[in-house]
């Protein structure tokens, strides 16, 4: 039987570093990562939508899920995206992630193409029949276009012995409810958004991949630990702390706020952002930087 939560329960999405010139810090990040590790995180996802995974190249992601691997050294999962809406794009960046030694795959429902349920669990299907790795399913309607239904999920983790979580980002309480009543007992689901994180716990969620933990794992790891142990009362006031926290870093497209706030709030320069993502405008900065400070992210 998997181990549930399988990753742990506070999954770093975590930024990728640049240098000034644009070209990759994976040294850099690395180093992050590790550090991520003794401030909250019990696994880290690298190239994932805040790691601006999509202006990658090939060579780039075997470069950085190399180094990251290496520095954490098995002190924590390291999870790397390899999800495309090309189903044999997703092939070859599985085999790159078993070549470097990855604990597991996050792998995004297809975007732009918009298949139908058949569709969505043929291209997991074929995925998850052509790796030995884990595979976390990662379901995100606002950023692809379609919703992976729960009765798809279900299947697939029914079919599929490796397809053993999803990242739910659909934003739906109900949604990720009828997800625990479908799933197998031994699915992880993690909440895909930290400011829902209380209530997917309270439907079934075990764990949640982060944006916020970036600059702030401690209290999201307090907070579910604290609802885990029965103390829901202290959750709902950690809650509280977070939830502001968590909205400051969506008030601009992510990664554009959590990366900003990493160079600010932590040891490390996250150095410039890729094309087509850019820097906040001065007016969209005043105001980003208000809510960090409200909501005490900002001293």
């Given at each position: 039987m998997n181990k549930k939560p399988y990753f742990g329960r506070l999954i770093t999405a975590m930024v990728t570093f640049f240098h000034e010139d644009g070209y990759l810090n994976a040294d850099g990040t690395a180093e992050f990562a590790s550090w991520l590790l003794d401030h909250g995180s019990d696994a880290i996802l690298v190239s994932g939508t805040s790691g601006e995974a999509p202006t990658m190249t090939y060579a780039e992601k075997e470069e950085l899920f190399t180094k990251v691997i290496a520095k954490v050294n098995g002190r924590g999962p390291v999870i790397v995206g390899t999800g495309s809406n090309n189903t044999a794009d997703v092939l070859e960046m599985n085999k790159l992630a078993e070549k470097v030694g990855a604990d597991g795959v996050l792998v995004v429902g297809p975007y732009y193409n918009k298949p139908s349920q058949e569709g969505f669990y043929r291209h997991f299907k074929t995925i998850a029949d052509q790796t030995r790795l884990p595979i976390v399913i990662y379901n995100v309607p606002g950023r692809t276009g379609s919703n992976i239904q729960p009765a798809t999920i279900a299947r697939l983790a029914r079919d599929c012995k490796n397809i053993?979580?999803?990242?739910?980002?659909?934003?739906?309480?109900?949604?990720?409810?009828?997800?625990?009543?479908?799933?197998?007992?031994?699915?992880?689901?993690?909440?895909?958004?930290?400011?829902?994180?209380?209530?997917?716990?309270?439907?079934?969620?075990?764990?949640?991949?982060?944006?916020?933990?970036?600059?702030?794992?401690?209290?999201?790891?307090?907070?579910?630990?604290?609802?885990?142990?029965?103390?829901?009362?202290?959750?709902?006031?950690?809650?509280?702390?977070?939830?502001?926290?968590?909205?400051?870093?969506?008030?601009?497209?992510?990664?554009?706020?959590?990366?900003?706030?990493?160079?600010?709030?932590?040891?490390?320069?996250?150095?410039?952002?890729?094309?087509?993502?850019?820097?906040?405008?001065?007016?969209?900065?005043?105001?980003?930087?208000?809510?960090?400070?409200?909501?005490?992210?900002?001293?």
């Open positions: 053993v979580a999803i990242k739910e980002a659909a934003g739906n309480v109900a949604q990720t409810a009828e997800l625990y009543r479908l799933v197998p007992e031994d699915f992880s689901i993690y909440s895909g958004d930290d400011g829902l994180i209380l209530p997917f716990m309270s439907v079934g969620a075990v764990g949640l991949i982060s944006v916020l933990s970036n600059v702030n794992g401690q209290l999201l790891q307090d907070l579910m630990q604290s609802y885990e142990r029965g103390d829901v009362q202290r959750a709902r006031d950690l809650n509280k702390i977070m939830v502001p926290q968590a909205r400051s870093m969506f008030l601009v497209s992510n990664p554009i706020p959590i990366k900003e706030a990493v160079t600010k709030m932590t040891p490390f320069d996250a150095g410039v952002y890729r094309l087509p993502l850019c820097p906040m405008t001065d007016e969209e900065r005043e105001k980003v930087t208000r809510a960090w400070k409200e909501s005490g992210l900002l001293k």
